[in-house]
């Protein structure tokens, strides 16, 4: 059994700090990237509405391999956006825990707009039309009625995202690497561990993880059991 | 005359053709459009109040065109200074009532605080005597006193006209007769122009001064 040396204790830490800011920023894009989507395919129809809802919801069902690849293409040095970056303002995203953000924000993209789609689908669209003739603007109508009416379902999915995204790891192994301190989130951290042979390492990491995942989904059922007993007193 | 309709609009579900031809001119100020349920009474009362774009046709209100096809005027709903009390309330669940009456009258992008107390607000609160109830949820109230909130959250607006969307559908038997005249008399003391829509004769009795009946999305004479 390989001890914990002071050195390995101090990396396991910055896992999971590392892990904690990448799901929460891929959470934060979340919020306003999966909330717009999920309010525009609920309330607004155009054509290859249902595709895009399709597209998506890709990331779900993807492998995370073909997720990163696709990445790699997007933001790598030759791909459209990885070039402009790199031309422009000298970035390059690869191999950068931002990149891990990217990758992370894209795998939990479908538990964030799903709900969110879905939960403002189910917010009465009569009572959008009555505020708008009470005079209010369309961005009223959406942060006034509309968002605090759909709230809770949102606030399950982000919950949900933010644990898909502290899981991820085949598309952040393939864009962000495994640099120890730099990029290597906790479920990578666990990765190298066992391949190495580290096994108290791995079983502290492993443990750590699993404690962050049930807090997590322990909040999102609170949320989701409180919005079912709020129906039931409404009905 | 206060309102002046003729709009052509069709609808088409499932495979049906609904064909809504409304041409109407309002002269009293207590007007009740009168017709079985699917007669085009609602798609009308949206319609002007800009919830609904026609397909062809004109609306004005006093001196203004809210919509006229011909040319290219349409008003959306917040500009057309339109009270709309409907069928259900629509009152919005997560807000108290007191809230739900300072809605149109707060600006910005958040709801007025539950303990904000706002001057208009507070007088419509007053006269329909809900007031002792103005911290309540909608889904704490009774019927009477939801249908009051919602008359109470379009009057504070100051709209230029009051539509009525079977206002008195929702409520009990026993409860209406009672609440056409409290309705009738805090609008003849507001003395705004009011479209009324019902089914029900005993509504066209205590508010038709004018009434138009509809059939089939037609006006009847």
Redesign the interface.
Same mark, same amino acid.
């Given at each position: 059994m390989a001890s914990a040396d002071p050195e390995g204790t101090r990396l396991d830490w910055s896992a999971l700090t590392l892990s904690l800011k990448v799901a929460g920023w891929a959470t934060a894009i979340n919020l306003v990237l999966g909330v717009s989507l999920g309010a525009l395919l609920a309330r607004h129809r155009f054509p290859g509405r249902e595709l895009l809802d399709s597209l998506l919801t890709l990331p779900m069902v993807l492998p995370p391999t073909v997720l990163g690849y696709y990445l790699l293409v997007v933001i790598g040095r030759n791909g459209p956006l990885g070039a402009w970056l790199q031309s422009s303002f000298g970035i390059n995203l690869v191999f950068t825990w931002q990149a891990a953000v990217i990758a992370a924000a894209i795998a939990s993209l479908p538990l964030v707009f799903k709900p969110a789609r879905a939960a403002f689908e189910g917010v009465?669209s009569?009572?959008e039309?009555?505020?708008?003739?009470?005079? @209010?603007?369309e961005?009223?109508v959406f942060?006034?009625?509309s968002l605090?009416?759909a709230w809770r379902g949102i606030l399950a999915g982000l919950l949900l995202a933010f644990a898909r995204a502290m899981g991820e790891f085949g598309a952040t192994m393939m864009v962000a690497g495994s640099i120890p301190g730099r990029t290597q989130t906790l479920s990578i951290a666990i990765y190298e561990a066992v391949q190495a042979g580290q096994d108290d390492k791995a079983n502290m990491l492993v443990v750590l993880t699993s404690v962050v995942c049930i807090v997590v989904l322990l909040v999102a059922a609170r949320l989701v059991g409180h919005r079912q007993r709020e129906l039931r007193? @409404?009905a | 005359m206060w309102l002046e309709v003729d709009i052509e609009h069709r609808l088409t579900a499932a495979g049906q053709v609904f064909d809504l031809h409304a041409a109407l001119q309002f002269t009293q100020r207590k007007v009740v459009l009168f017709g079985p349920s699917g007669a085009g009474k609602s798609l009308t009362l949206k319609a002007i109040?800009?919830?609904l774009k026609p397909t062809r046709g004109h609306i004005r209100l006093l001196d203004r065109t809210l919509f006229s096809s011909e040319s290219g005027v349409h008003l959306?709903?917040?500009?057309?200074?339109?009270?709309?009390v409907?069928q259900?309330y629509?009152l919005?669940?997560?807000l108290t009532l007191r809230q739900n009456v300072a809605?149109?009258v707060?600006?910005?992008?958040?709801?007025a605080k539950r303990g904000d107390r706002l001057e208009g607000v507070e007088k419509w609160l007053q006269a329909l005597r809900i007031d002792h109830v103005a911290d309540a949820l909608p889904?704490q109230l009774s019927g009477g006193q939801r249908q009051r909130t919602a008359l109470a959250?379009?009057l504070v607006?100051e709209p230029q006209a009051l539509l009525l969307d079977e206002p008195f559908a929702a409520l009990d038997h026993h409860l209406r007769a009672h609440l056409r005249s409290t309705l009738d008399q805090v609008l003849d003391e507001a003395g705004i122009p009011l479209l009324l829509i019902t089914h029900d004769p005993e509504d066209v009795e205590v508010f038709g001064q004018q009434v138009v009946r509809m059939a089939d999305g037609h006006v009847v004479p």
């Open positions: 009465d009569q009572l039309q009555a505020a708008r003739t009470l005079g @209010v603007t961005m009223a942060f006034r009625v605090p009416l007193d @409404v | 109040a800009g919830l959306p709903p917040q500009q057309r200074r339109i009270g709309y409907f259900d629509a919005f669940p997560h809605f149109g707060t600006r910005g992008w958040r709801n889904h959250r379009a607006t």
